[in-house]
Structures are given as C-alpha cells and as structure tokens.
C-alpha cells in the first residue's frame, strides 16, 4: 500500500481542488463506462447523462473563474501562475478560460447530437465516453507546463478522435477518414516526441519555464544552435498537426468528410482551440511570459528566442490562411469546404500569436469565443439538412430557402460572420486579430507582420466570394427534388437561431468579452520582444 507523507497530503488535496473539472470528467467517464456493462444499457439516456457531466465540470470552472480562487495559501488568484503535480500542469487563469470553453462547446455539442439523433442509442455509451475523453486531452493540453504533460495531452486528445472520426459504421469514407487520421496522427506525434526528448535531454529538463531559460541563454551565446532549432521546429510541428496548419493539414479535408458533420464541428471547433492555447502557452513559456522570478534573463535573450520563433509563425500562417481560402472556391461538398475554412481560419487564430505580445494572444482567445458559435452554427445547419434532404454536397441545398428557410437565415448568419462583415460578430474577432498585428508591427517595425496584416485582409476578401456562393446557392439557384427526409425539429430551429442570435447581439458584449480575455492573460508577463529585433 502507498503511503503518502502528512506534509504532501495539503499540497495534493489543493492541487486535486484546483483539478476539479477534469475530476469531473474522469468520473464521469468511469461511471458511464460501468454503466455500459449492464444489460439494458443501451436503454439509458446516455446524452443527458454527458449532458449532466460536461455541466457540471462547467460549473466547476465557473466557479473558479468568478471566485478567482487558486486554493494557495500564497494567495494571488489566478493572476498568479500556480504549478500542479510537480510541475507538470500549469493552473492560472488561462487554464480556466480555456476549461470555459471546451466545456461550454462539450455541452452545445452534446445537445447537437440529441436533436440530430447521431448517434444511435446502441452506440451513445462509447460515443460520449470518447467525446468527454477528447475534451478531457484538450483541458490538459491548455494547462500543459511540462514538455512530457505537452505529449500526454496531445495525445489523449488524439486517440479518442480517431475512434469518433470513424464512427459511423458501415460507412466507407467514415473508415478511411479514421485510417488516415491514424496515420497522420501518428507521424505528427512520432515527430514531436523526438523533438521533445532531443530538447528536454539538452535542456536537462521538461519544465518549460526552465525550457524557456536554457534556450534563451543557448541562443543568447551561439549563433545558431542546429539541435535547439531542430527540436522546436519539430515540436512546432506536432502542434501544428492539431492546428491543421499548412503543411500539416492533409488530414483535415478527408476527415471531415468522411466524418460526421458533428464530429466535424467538434474537430474544427475545440480541437483548434486546444491546439491554439498549447501553441500560446508555448510560444509564451518561451517569451519569457511564464517565466518565474529566479528565471530572470537579459531581455536580449528573450529578443533573439523571437527572432527565431516570430518569422516562422508569420510564415505558418500566411500559408495557412491563403492556402485554406483558395482550396475551398473548388469544393462541392459542404463538409469539404468547411474543412477548408477552417484552416484558413486557424491561419488567422495564428496570426494573433505572430504579435509576440500578451494582446496578441488576447485576440487569439477572443476569436475563439466567437468562432465557437460562427463554425458550430455552420455545422449544426449541415446536419440537420442532412437529416432533411439526404445530402451533404452542395447541389443539395439548391433552393433550400423555399424547403427550410429558417436553416437558409441562419445558415447566412454563419458564413457573412466566418466572412467577418459588421456588425456580426466575426467582425469583432478579426478586427481584435489586425489590431493586434497592427500594434506589434508599430512597436517591433518588423516587415513580415505588415505583409501579414496586408495578407489576412486580402484573405478576408476571398473568402467571400466562396461563402456567398454557397448562399447563392440555397436562395437563387432552382430546388431539386431529393429523397424525403426527416422534418427539421422546433428544438432543431431553436438550437440554430441561439448560435445566430448570439452572433448578432455579440457587438453589444464586445467590452466583457475583451475584459475575459484579459484577465485571461493576466497571470503571462509581458512578452512583448524590444523594437526592432535584430538577428544573432
């Protein structure tokens, strides 16, 4: 029997309080694991019991968030960066945020599933099991504070995705999205894993504050260090996997094509987000932004880490954003295109991280706020037409106004918003994104982050023409005849004119939001690089 000693016993029991949505999560897990044992099963109501779980590891977070608690006799709140289970999660408010968000989008999610009947009640057990397992990875990977806790997180996020991409049975497209999910999953986590073990062996350490230390000062005395950059860029690719950036994106189309529209959404939706505040927290580590007070280094150190990093971001996101908005003028199924913007837009969600500044990663997580509605919006409607008309490809919606046109309004909302016209709120999010750059271009005078503004509004202009198609489609071009459906439901109606009406009233909330998100950050120092950088 494992005896643990009296004086670590309160250090646990704060750590275990501060974990406490991810208890939740385990739990629940277990429990509807035990559950599905018994005959029966199949029977129970097994999405009100995700439903159940998810809420209230939400509350929990809410909780944390409003008390602004980190159950530390130091005090400090979550202003204050607090290290849990020997130094292997970070909780601060950024941890909690993002805790906000997964669980806020698990419950939407789950209430997508019922109103849309996938899936079925012989296979809703394993299904919410693998849905709450995936979110718990994604909780973890926001609070990742060591490079093997970056791994792990990664990759408890992965493998449960895997299983729900391919989770329509008897389906051939659905097997193959799952097979090559797999395939790519496994080269993008083979490759980070080397280039965490090559760094941490380095470093002498996986703790990424101490990370962060060794390398600024490894940079700082050498003019280039090949193993250092070769690990990071490595680690920036595994990141980048779940990121779907370009050219780590070849899974992402197939996938979610071959997926169901509400695996799709969750993919698109809290797989980016996870992905965006591992990579934040990251790049922050190695800004110096988590760095503890002994930590201290000369801020030319700092300078030259983003000497090293900043160029590669603008480069990562540039390709992303263009590459994702010309891949979908060509897509004639939804599911496809969607697929296609959502890379495009993990290419905007990076070019706030370009800034190398607290506000821009601010922008970061107030775009996924708004996104979270904006992409799930736009899958919702897929598939509920799905469930209505049979198709997922685009000549399906020909006339869909005159069939369903409560789904066609907001079905509109959705797109001019991913677009970002005013007064939506996907204008809120890409204004906060540009401010950004635009803020961190006047004080570093780094050529590459004008050209990258230059590039995202460009983009923005694109991406108009292929969403408005769409709408043109559905409103102007002759209904088909298709095979009958099911009837969209009221609650369906009601599920879709919330994500809209929250897109619509969002310019009215723009201050609360902006205050979240800076407190968000406010347990990060200020990483913002001195003027004008100059390479070592």
Known sequence: M???????????????????????????????????????????????????????????????????????????????????????????????????????????????????????????????????????????????????????????????????????????????????????????????????????????????????????????????????????????????????????????????????????????????????????????????????????????YWAKVSWYLGPALVFLSAVTMTFGNLAAYAQTNLKRLLAYSTIAHAGYMMMGLCALTREGVEAALFYLAVYFFMNLGAFAVVAFVRNAVGSEELSGYSGLVYRAPWLTVTMAVFLLSLVGLPPLAGYMAKFQIFAAVYHAWQSQQQTGLLVLLALGLLNTVLSLFYYVNVLKVMILHEPRETPAGRSVSPLALVYTGLCALVLLVGIFFWDPLASGTQKAVSSFHEIQPPARVSPP
């Open 2 to 300: 494992v005896t643990i000693p009296e004086h670590l016993l309160p250090v646990l029991r704060r750590d275990l309080l501060a974990f406490g949505p991810e208890v939740v999560l385990i739990l629940g897990m277990v429990t509807m694991l035990v559950v599905r044992m018994f005959r029966g099963s199949e029977r129970l109501p097994f999405g009100a019991v995700a439903a159940g779980i998810i809420g209230l590891s939400l509350v929990v977070s809410w909780w944390q968030w409003v008390t602004d608690q980190t159950l530390s006799p130091s005090g400090g709140g979550l202003s204050q960066t607090r290290y849990l289970f020997a130094h292997m999660l970070a909780y601060d408010a950024f941890t909690v945020y993002l805790r906000l968000f997964l669980t806020a989008f698990g419950l939407f999610l789950v209430a997508l599933c019922v109103l849309s009947k996938v899936p079925d009640a012989e296979d809703a057990a394993d299904f919410y099991v693998l849905l709450t397992g995936a979110t718990l990875g994604m909780m973890l990977m926001a609070s990742a504070g060591h490079l093997l806790m970056v791994y792990l997180a990664v990759e408890m996020a992965s493998l449960p995705s895997y299983a729900l991409a391919g989770f329509l049975k008897l389906r051939r497209d659905s097997s193959e999205a799952a097979l090559k999910y797999v395939v790519y999953g496994g080269g993008a986590s083979g490759l980070m894993l080397y280039g965490i073990s090559m760094l941490a062996g380095k470093c002498g350490t996986g703790f990424l504050p101490d990370v962060a230390v060794s390398v600024a000062a490894t940079l700082g005395r050498e003019q280039f260090d090949a193993v250092t950059i070769i690990s990071l860029l490595l680690i920036l690719a595994g990141i980048g996997f779940k990121l779907a950036a370009v050219p780590f994106h070849f899974w992402c189309p197939d996938v979610f094509a071959g997926a169901s529209a509400e695996v799709a959404g969750f993919l698109s939706v809290a797989s980016k987000g996870a992905a965006v505040a591992l990579l934040g927290r990251v790049l922050v580590a190695f800004l110096g932004g988590m760095r503890l007070t002994e930590h201290e280094l000369p801020s030319l």
